[in-house]
């Protein structure tokens, strides 16, 4: 009874995850510009892969204790990544499209020259 | 594995990330700047995480786990590296 509950449980986890991917995908694809492709491309996939690495160690005896460490390394250095995809991009000078209104980041009179945090 | 997993979900599984992984690629190559490029790049290496672990599950294989660790790993490791890149240059 346990095995075919957390069996399942794990099945739907699985489902959710590769949704979740696809939506991420399909985000990178649609959306206008650069912040919001890494906003959905990194948010939905992270959560995708959460899910689908949980569900696979709900499924099989013994493996999950390396599919939570997996879910967690992923927790941990995804949204790292994206907001040093983030930051680099925007100092390069890669402009929001005209529909975010509040660029608050501009007001903050930024050294674009790339030296302002060497010396 | 506690269940047998009926043919039909590993189809939809299989499908659904296959187009997933196809539509990231496309971003990644028609992207119009090459922070786009990275974020494409990003997403494709994530996707092929989760893949992975589909894959170990496939097979049964737990050394197909090790296997999704390791491309995290790498994956975290290149994206930080280009973004360095693109902030500052070489």
Redesign the interface.
């Known amino acids: 009874m346990l095995n075919v509950v957390l069996g399942w449980l794990g099945a739907i986890l699985i489902s959710i995850g590769v949704f979740f991917l696809f939506l991420g995908a399909l985000g990178i694809f649609r959306l206008p510009d650069l912040f919001n492709r890494l906003q959905a491309g990194t948010k939905a996939t992270t959560l995708g892969v959460i899910s689908t690495s949980i569900g696979v160690g709900l499924l099989v005896k013994g493996w999950l204790p390396f599919s939570v460490a997996l879910a967690v390394f992923l927790l941990m250095t995804n949204p790292i990544s994206s907001h040093a995809v983030a930051r680099a991009s925007y100092r390069a000078g890669v402009k929001p499209y005209p529909g975010t209104s509040p660029d608050e980041c501009a007001k903050r009179n930024l050294d674009f020259s790339g030296e302002g945090e060497e010396k | 594995?506690?269940?047998e997993?009926p043919t039909i979900?590993w189809a939809?599984?299989f499908i659904?990330?296959s187009?997933?992984?196809i539509?990231?690629t496309?971003?990644a190559v028609i992207g119009p700047?090459n922070?786009?490029r990275?974020?494409?790049l990003?997403?494709w290496t994530?996707?092929t995480?989760?893949f992975w672990?589909?894959l170990?599950?496939f097979f049964?294989q737990?050394v197909l786990?090790?296997v999704?660790?390791v491309y995290?790993?790498l994956?975290?490791l290149g994206?930080?590296v280009?973004?360095?890149y693109?902030?500052?240059?070489l």
């Open positions: 594995m506690r269940i997993i979900l939809i599984w659904v990330i187009t997933a992984t539509l990231a496309l971003r700047t922070s786009d990275v974020v494409g990003d997403t994530t996707i995480t989760g672990v589909i170990a599950l049964f737990f786990l090790s999704a660790m995290a790993i994956s975290f994206v930080l280009i973004a360095r693109l902030e500052r240059g």
